[in-house]
């Protein structure tokens, strides 16, 4: 097939949908600017562009066997028999190809590659695998959840995540810019990510805020949840055995009507807990301290926070498998209740909970990608994340569930009926085990220091989802206004800091899951959604293989591709359908949020959804032709991005923000 072409120079971004009129398709625009952006980094054309674009015209024309004015036919050059260069002319054939590393060459990479897979590893691996996995096991009847956990965990978990790293690391930016250049109509998916990990770090360091106070009040023997002789517990307070089922333990206590002091509900906010306000403030100093640097710093400080846990985790499990009632809790943890598999809400909360825990629609491991070299191996990165991640709350489910059977034996009542939920089973289950270990002080300080390493893991990423967004939208007026990247982190870090302020009030437990309930579970689903429809059918599951084999030679197995082009996109949007048909309110406990918190709830969610069709309204807004040709290019790969114009010899001008009509 050929087709006849001139060049031709116009101001305007323009792209025709067929063929006719001797007018170039999309295809051969985005050859030419292939093309272009590879002569326009060599080195002597950037020093001295004038002198040489006559020169660059006529080495474009050699190439694509266009000769202006002509009339002679473009011919689509042969590919290359190397796997590189068949995935460079497959790209072509489809509409777009990049050299990643010529366009960026001053971004930073990890100084070494296991540093990204440590990195990934610790976002993956947070508070979410010791806390909201065993909590939505246990509110999912258990074994019951570990069915559908593990078929998300094949079906989606990895091939998402292996197309999130491949994006990430072949375009080489954050989430905003890697969704407007896969679909420009749904380049919102990318601002929506970015604001969803931004208001889950303003609520999510509290959980590190509440792991500092702990870690502070373990350095005293016998520990303070240990017994029921303080001035906080009440007389239904039992640390031995009993048979009253409206007993409730030490360790409940102490974190209701010490730490949080909490108050009846959100009619009732009660005043500020200025030993929790000081020590988030702490908590976001740690923060700063370890991200300031960027991935320089980022990748030092994962070589400890990532490992460590799991150490903690196997002596805890070794401590609790002996303990008077352990069995019982493991096999409520292993033994499936078959009848819970027909609720939707626990393959729902088994989704969610893969998407919460690997990251995926949160933007962090594909920000991290976007720092890697470009011939890394993404695949060994996505299965050691992945099963790493999977095998790390299987373990804390062992751990967890063997200290809820323990607390059952103590309050004499079922392991089904215990009165415990959300972030409370990280701070009750877990030190009610303590007390029963030989130096009970020293093993809270090592437990609690091990939280502090996951959720400052989890809060790296995403922070840095949000400073890496804005220096690559916004990178050179924000230095020039603030000078140092340092400054910008210190900003966004701050601005999350008084977001948080409301949940070390008394009714901060509240507001937290209230928060987490409709960021981390309803918004999440809509994100991932839209983000596969993005990738996988707009990019396409074809551009997607050729980046792979383009970087690193190989093509993805037939697996993956059947993955992204049929069942991902239909299981999430099968379990978005049922997610809104059997929507749950949020509560925590016995607490029934009212029609007005559920409001704000959902207000919650908006503030990360509604970045969708505000986006895709301003790119059918922005984009020049009839509608119809606007909803074409913003369904176009690339389809907004600025093609060079580059005028014949003589004419001594390149004008990199104009269109090349051919």
Not at 108 to 122: D, H, R, S, V, Y
Not at 197 to 216: D, G, K, P
Not at 278 to 297: E, H, Q, R, T
Request: proline share 6%; aromatic share 12%.
């Amino acid at each position: 097939m050929t087709r006849n072409c001139t060049v031709i120079a116009d101001p305007v971004i323009n792209s025709y949908p067929d063929g006719k009129n001797g007018v170039m398709t999309s295809e051969g625009e985005a050859e030419l600017q292939a093309l272009v952006e590879r002569k326009l980094t060599n080195g002597h054309i950037q020093n001295n562009p004038k002198e040489m674009n006559g020169t660059l015209l006529e080495s474009l024309r050699d190439e694509l066997n266009i000769h202006h004015g002509s009339g002679e036919s473009w011919h689509p050059p042969s590919p290359s028999p190397s796997p590189s260069r068949r995935a460079f002319g497959a790209q072509r054939q489809r509409g777009r190809s990049i050299d990643n590393m010529a366009v960026q060459p001053d971004r930073p990479t990890w100084n070494k590659q296991i540093e990204f897979t440590l990195a990934g590893i610790g976002t993956a691996v947070g508070l979410g695998n010791v806390w909201r996995f065993p909590y939505l096991c246990y509110r999912s009847g258990g074994g019951a959840f570990l069915v559908p956990y593990l078929f998300m965990l094949v079906v989606l978990g990895i091939p998402l995540l292996y197309m999130e790293l491949i994006v990430g690391q072949y375009l080489r930016k954050g989430p905003v810019h890697v969704l407007e250049k896969v679909c420009p109509l749904l380049k919102g998916v990318g601002m929506a990510t970015v604001a969803i990990s931004f208001i889950m770090c303003t609520y999510y360091n509290v959980i590190i805020t509440w792991a500092l106070y702990y870690l502070f009040s373990s350095f005293q023997s016998p520990l303070p949840w240990q017994s029921c002789n303080n001035t906080w517990n009440r007389p239904n307070c039992t640390d031995h055995a009993t048979n009253s089922s409206f007993s409730t333990t030490a360790s409940q206590q102490f974190f209701n009507h010490k730490v949080l002091e909490r108050t009846s509900g959100l009619e009732q906010p009660g005043i500020l807990r200025w030993e929790l306000f000081l020590l988030l403030v702490v908590a976001w100093i740690l923060i700063y301290l370890c991200i300031f640097k960027g991935v320089k710093s980022t990748g030092k400080v994962v070589y400890f926070t990532a490992l460590f846990p799991y150490i903690i985790l196997l002596a805890l499990l070794i401590n609790n498998v002996q303990l008077p009632g352990a069995l019982d809790g493991i096999k409520f943890f292993i033994v499936p209740v078959w009848e819970k598999l027909l609720s939707v809400q626990v393959w729902v909360n088994a989704a969610a909970q893969i998407f919460n825990s690997i990251g995926i629609g949160f933007g962090g491991l594909m920000t991290m990608a976007s720092y890697n070299s470009f011939n890394n191996n993404v695949l060994r990165d996505t299965l050691t994340i992945s099963i790493i991640n999977s095998l790390t709350s299987i373990l804390a489910g062992f751990v967890i569930f063997s200290a809820f059977g323990y607390m059952s034996h103590l309050q004499s009542i079922p392991v089904s009926e215990l009165a415990v939920d959300g972030p409370g089973l990280v701070f009750v289950v877990y030190p009610q085990a303590f007390v029963t270990m030989p130096l009970a002080p020293l093993w809270a300080i090592i437990f609690f220091f091990m939280l502090l390493c996951l959720g400052l893991d989890s809060e790296f990423a995403m922070v840095e989802v949000m400073v890496t967004s804005l220096m690559d939208s916004y990178g050179k007026p924000i230095l020039k206004y603030f000078r140092l990247k340092e400054i910008l982190v210190l900003v966004v870090c701050s601005a999350a800091f008084l977001l948080g302020i409301p949940h070390v009030m008394q009714f901060g437990i509240y507001m937290f899951q209230l928060m987490d309930h409709y960021t981390a579970i309803v918004s999440i689903i809509f994100l991932a959604f839209f983000e596969v429809i993005a990738v996988c059918w707009v990019f396409g599951v074809g551009r997607l293989s050729d980046s792979l084999i383009e970087m690193t030679g190989k093509p993805p197995a037939m697996f993956f591709k059947v993955c992204w082009w049929i069942i991902c996109p239909v299981l999430i949007g099968v379990i978005l359908i049922f997610s809104v048909i059997e929507f749950k309110p949020a509560r925590y406990e016995h607490y029934v949020y009212p029609a007005w918190a559920q409001g704000v709830g959902w207000i919650i969610a908006l503030a990360s959804i509604i970045w969708i069709p505000l986006a895709a309204i301003h790119t059918l807004w922005v984009l020049p032709g009839s509608f119809k040709e606007r909803i074409r290019r913003s369904l176009t790969p690339f389809g907004l991005e600025k093609v060079p114009v580059v005028y014949p010899s003589g004419s001594g001008e390149i004008f990199p923000d104009a269109a090349v009509k051919l």
